[in-house]
């Protein structure tokens, strides 16, 4: 994402003794888990509301270098990607939006969440 989207990240960091640490990014990153059909369901939606995406596919952790990621990428029509995870980026509303019009049974796995920080919170109405 930082990447594609510069204004995502801070400036670097350094430690009053000079240390220099990368940059982090400006926004909250929160990370949820779900199954395959929980993936999929979440990425058709947000390609179909214009967000910004980036794939991970398994194909992705059979490779060496970026060049062959997005070849590996390339070589698959998109109802077809095994997908292992995305990133979406976008305003807030659509975003929150894409979140809020899953049902339960759509949601599969999806149970978790974890911010930049790393501390994990339940979702409001989930059973561990």
Do not use: I
């Amino acid at each position: 994402m930082a990447g594609g989207v510069p204004e995502t990240v801070g400036l670097p960091y350094e430690d009053a003794s000079g240390t220099v640490y990368l940059p982090m990014f400006r926004q909250p990153v929160l990370v949820y888990t779900a199954d395959n059909a929980a993936l999929a369901w979440t990425h058709e939606r947000a390609v179909g509301h214009g967000l910004r995406v980036a794939v991970y596919t398994e194909d992705l952790f059979k490779t060496d270098h970026d060049e062959d990621n997005r070849a590996a990428v390339r070589a698959v029509a998109t109802q077809d990607l095994r997908l292992v995870g995305l990133t979406v980026f976008g305003p807030r509303n659509p975003v929150d939006a894409r979140r809020g019009e899953e049902t339960a049974s759509e949601r599969g796995s999806v149970d978790r969440e974890r911010s930049s920080t790393g501390a994990q919170r339940r979702r409001p109405g989930r059973c561990p």
